[in-house]
């Protein structure tokens, strides 16, 4: 399985962006596929992910602002974010994995499948 995200850039204050991650090698439709992000000198943190295909979870610091969606015709899960923050800055990885239990979903080290990452710059 490999997994492409994409979609990152330099955006104002209270501004959007949508993140895409195209998954090939394998149909992901039923898979957790997680958005995670990692900002300089800090862990790898949990943002939020589309469990097994169809329930959602997000982290509170991005709930109501960060919409997590799929499209099983393309393979690809995406991120929407709106009213973003300097403090949303950060590289965001995508992840996936077909065996994760929901105990385990905010854990980066239970995903096995990871993609590059792509910078997200929140700045006026």
């Known amino acids: 399985v490999q997994l492409q995200a994409s979609g990152g850039g330099l955006v104002q204050p209270g501004g959007s962006l949508r993140l895409s991650c195209a998954a090939s090698?394998?149909?992901?439709?039923?898979?957790?596929i997680g958005w995670f992000r990692q900002a300089p000198g800090q862990e790898r943190e949990f943002v939020g992910t589309?469990?097994?295909?169809?329930?959602?979870y997000y982290a509170d610091s991005v709930k109501g602002r960060f919409t997590i969606s799929r499209d099983n015709a393309k393979n690809t899960v995406y991120l929407q974010m709106n009213s973003l923050k300097p403090e949303d800055t950060a590289v965001y990885y995508c992840?996936?994995?077909?065996?994760?239990?929901?105990?385990?979903?905010?854990?980066?080290?239970?995903?096995?499948?990871w993609g590059q990452g792509t910078q997200v710059t929140v700045s006026s």
């Open positions: 589309s469990f097994r295909g169809n329930r959602i």
């Open positions: 090698g394998r149909t992901m439709s039923s898979s957790t």
């Open positions: 992840a996936a994995d077909s065996r994760l239990i929901l105990s385990s979903i905010y854990d980066p080290e239970r995903y096995n499948y």
